[in-house]
């Protein structure tokens, strides 16, 4: 089981991303990989979304959004640290590419 984050943007994730880059992510297939004893971060390619597939809260908080990026922390267990560092990292990198986070197990924006 995973700790799940979610990016809402209008603009995609950059493959050549220096804020993941600096801090420890590798770039796999259609991923990139950040992992640490016992626990790892994966960001998922992100996919387009039609404006009806998108939450009523995502939308009222940032119009214009065409894409979404997943992000779970493996397991869900992982030390608080990470999933701190991790959420800090995606809030700037959302805001690098005109989104919000969405955390699902909190159900915070």
């Known amino acids: 089981m995973s ?5 809402w943007s209008s603009r995609q994730m950059p493959a050549n991303n220096s804020l993941l880059a600096d801090a ?9 990989v950040r ?7 994966v960001i998922s390619s992100f996919v387009t979304v039609e404006p009806e597939d998108i939450p009523d ?7 214009g959004i065409s894409y979404m990026t997943e992000i779970n922390i493996e397991p869900i ?7 701190n560092e991790t959420l ?12 919000v986070v969405e955390d699902p197990q909190d159900g915070t924006i």
């Open 3 to 7: 700790y799940d984050l979610k990016i």
């Open 35 to 41: 992992e640490g004893n016992g626990w790892q971060v």
């Open 57 to 63: 809260t995502i939308m009222q908080a940032l119009p």
């Open 77 to 83: 267990s992982a030390p608080d640290k990470v999933r």
């Open 24 to 32: 420890g992510y590798k770039l796999g297939n259609d991923y990139f």
């Open 88 to 99: 800090r990292l995606f809030k700037a990198l959302a805001t690098k590419i005109k989104g």
